[in-house]
C-alpha cells in the first residue's frame, strides 16, 4: 500500500500534488510520503506483538536522517553497515542501545567507534574479525556484546546479487563452524556473547527461506545451551520482498505468524531488520522528458534521470513502474526509458508501453524508496538528487539538491 494516487488525472503524494513539487524542486527529485513509512513501519512492528521484539530498521536501503529519525521516534531502531552509517543513526537521534552493526569489512577505527558508543551488538562475520574485537575491546577496557552472523546455506531464490546466505557467500561463518567460534568467543575476555544472526537475502518472496533457515538456527541455539552459552537475542536478519510488477511477497502479518509459529515460545528478544518493506513503495523519482527519439529499432524516451540516480535497472534489472504525472489520453508507445549517461546501460526500463510523452512532462518511477537514492552517485559528473518528504498538505525537504561547487569542495589541484 502507498498513498500516491491520482486525483482528477494528477498524480498526487498524499496530499499535495506531484506537479506541484517538481515546479518548485525540478527534477530529478525523490519523494517520500511519510504517511506510508508510518503504515509500513508500524504493520511491520504490531505484526510481532505477540514476541519481546526490536524493530531495527536496514538503513542501507535508504539512509535519510529524516527517515531514520521518524523510525526511531517510532520506537524503532536500525541495522548498520558501516561508521558512517553510526555517525546518521547517532545524529538522527537513534539510541545506540538499538543499534546493531553487521558487516564483513569493519575496520579497526569503526569497531572502536561503535564500542565507545556502546551500541547494542556487533554481528561478528569471520573468525578474523571476532579476535579483532576482543584485541580492541581489551584496549579500551570493554567487553564486546557481540552475536555470530551464522551462515545457514540457505537458498532465497532472490537475484544472486542479493543472495546472502550460500556457502559461496561472503557473509557470516558457516553454520557448522560456528560452534567452534562460539567456544572461542567464549573464553575471549573481552567478548560478551549476547545472541545469534541470520540474514540469507533481499527481496525475499516466500516464507519458506526463512523458516528454513530458523530450524538449523534452532538447532544451533540448542548446542550453546548445551555449551552453557546464554543468548539474549535472536536476530532474523530482513529481505521481505515488496511488489514492483507482479510479485506477490507475503504481507508482514503473514510473514511473522509463520516466524512465530516456528519459533515457538523462545526467551530471546527477537531483532528484525526490515528495510525494503518499509521504504521501498513509500518512493517515488520523478524525472522530466527531454526528448522522443524514434529510431528505426527501437523508440527511446530519454529523460534527465539517469542510472546516477537510481542504479536498480542498470545494476540488476530491476523492474520500477512508470507512470505520467499528468495522464492524458494519447497513442501509446513501446520505447525504452533512458537517461543522460554516457553507457548503454543507463536506463530506467526497456521495451516499455508508455503514453506518448512531450518534452517538458514529467514521469514517476514508482517503488523507489529502497536502495535508489543510497545507491545514487556523482557519475558524469552530475549532482545528486533533491529528496523531499510529504506529510498531509505539506511537503518537507530533507536533501537539497548538490551543487556542481559542492560536487568538488573536497578536491585539490595541487602546483603541478
Avoid at 545507491?375 to 523531499?388: C, G, T
Amino acid at each position: 500500500m502507498h498513498h500516491f494516487q491520482y486525483k482528477r488525472n494528477s498524480l498526487y503524494a498524499e496530499a499535495v500534488s506531484i506537479q506541484e513539487i517538481t515546479h518548485q524542486m525540478g527534477t530529478p527529485c525523490y519523494i517520500y510520503s511519510q504517511a506510508t513509512l508510518e503504515r509500513h513501519f508500524k504493520t511491520f512492528d504490531q505484526a510481532f506483538s505477540k514476541l519481546p521484539h526490536l524493530i531495527c530498521y536496514s538503513q542501507k536501503a535508504n539512509s535519510n536522517l529524516a527517515l531514520l529519525r521518524l523510525f526511531g521516534r517510532m520506537g524503532g531502531g536500525t541495522d548498520i553497515v558501516s561508521g558512517g552509517e553510526l555517525y546518521r543513526a547517532l545524529k538522527a537521534g537513534i539510541p545506540p542501545e538499538r543499534i546493531v552493526y553487521s558487516g564483513v569489512g569493519k575496520t579497526e577505527e569503526e569497531i572502536r567507534y561503535a564500542l565507545k558508543e556502546k551500541i547494542l551488538l556487533l554481528n561478528i562475520e569471520s573468525p578474523e574479525e571476532l579476535k579483532l574485537v576482543n584485541e580492541i575491546a581489551g584496549r579500551m577496557k570493554k567487553k564486546a556484546p557481540i552475536s555470530i552472523r551464522v551462515n545457514p546455506d540457505i537458498d532465497p531464490k532472490t537475484h544472486p546479487y542479493i543472495s546472502t546466505g550460500l556457502k559461496k557467500n561472503k557473509f557470516g561463518i558457516n553454520i557448522h563452524q560456528a560452534l567452534e567460534e562460539y567456544r572461542l568467543a567464549k573464553n575471549l575476555p573481552h567478548i560478551h556473547i549476547a545472541g545469534v544472526d541470520f540474514h540469507i537475502g533481499s527481496q525475499l518472496l516466500a516464507t519458506q527461506p526463512f523458516l528454513a533457515a530458523i530450524q538449523k538456527l534452532k538447532k544451533l541455539i540448542s548446542q550453546l545451551i548445551k555449551m552453557e552459552i546464554e543468548i539474549q537475542y535472536v536476530d532474523l536478519g530482513g529481505g521481505l520482498g515488496i511488489t514492483y510488477d507482479q510479485e506477490e511477497p507475503p504481507h508482514p502479518k503473514e510473514y511473522a505468524k509463520a516466524i512465530i509459529q516456528e519459533l515457538g515460545e523462545i526467551p530471546y528478544t527477537l531483532i528484525l531488520e526490515p528495510g525494503r518493506v518499509i521504504v521501498g513503495n513509500a518512493g517515488i523519482l520523478v524525472t522530466k522528458v527531454l526528448y522522443v527519439k524514434k529510431g528505426e529499432k527501437k523508440n527511446f524516451i530519454i529523460v534527465d534521470a539517469g542510472m546516477n540516480d537510481l542504479l536498480r535497472p542498470a545494476l540488476y534489472g530491476s523492474y520500477h513502474h512508470i507512470q505520467p504525472v499528468i495522464r492524458k489520453n494519447r497513442t501509446k508507445i513501446q520505447a525504452d526509458v533512458v537517461g543522460p549517461i554516457c553507457e548503454s546501460s543507463d536506463f530506467l526500463a526497456r521495451d516499455r508501453m508508455l503514453s506518448l510523452p512531450k518534452s517538458g512532462e514529467h514521469l514517476a518511477v514508482m517503488s523507489a524508496g529502497a536502495y535508489s537514492f543510497s545507491m545514487a552517485s556523482n557519475y558524469n559528473s552530475r549532482p545528486r538528487p533533491a529528496e523531499v518528504m510529504v506529510e498531509g498538505r505539506e511537503f518537507h525537504v530533507i536533501r537539497k539538491r548538490e551543487t556542481y561547487a559542492q560536487m568538488t569542495a573536497l578536491e585539490r589541484m595541487p602546483e603541478f
